[in-house]
């Protein structure tokens, strides 16, 4: 059973930045992709950065040139780096990870975090 914690949200102004972790534990050393969800105030979960089969993140456009996920493997811990936050950035910023790639594209990852808040006040 793989657990994922998040770390690393909170309030900012616009322009800011935040820093997201996720530390994943409990895996058996078998490959697992993993990425970054979020939901805002009446709007369904999207996908935000998402690993993909090549090693690379995919990226929403709305974040794109914005947001910057890494991956490290040692620690088994995935990073969301959030410049430039616009209040539309807010939201509850989900971990997620399964052993299919297409499954967590499609958004029905395994494996999912508590969540943690992303508030971007103007």
């Known amino acids: 059973q793989v657990k994922l914690v998040e770390s690393g949200g909170g309030s900012v102004q616009a322009g800011g930045s935040l820093r997201l972790s996720c530390a994943a534990s409990?895996?058996?050393?078998?490959?697992?992709?993993m990425g970054w969800f979020r939901q805002a105030p009446g709007k369904e979960r999207e996908g935000v950065a998402l690993?993909?089969?090549?090693?690379?993140?995919g990226y929403t456009d709305t974040v794109k040139g914005r947001f910057t996920g890494s991956l490290d493997n040692a620690k088994n811990t995935l990073y969301l780096q959030m410049n430039s936050l616009k209040p539309e950035d807010t939201g509850v910023y989900y971990c997620?990870?399964?052993?299919?790639?297409?499954?967590?594209?499609?958004?029905?990852?395994?494996?999912w975090g508590q969540g943690t808040q992303v508030t971007v006040s103007s």
């Open positions: 690993l993909a089969s090549n090693g690379n993140i």
């Open positions: 997620a990870a399964d052993p299919s790639v297409y499954k967590l594209w499609a958004g029905s990852g395994r494996y």
């Open positions: 409990g895996h058996d050393g078998s490959r697992i992709y």
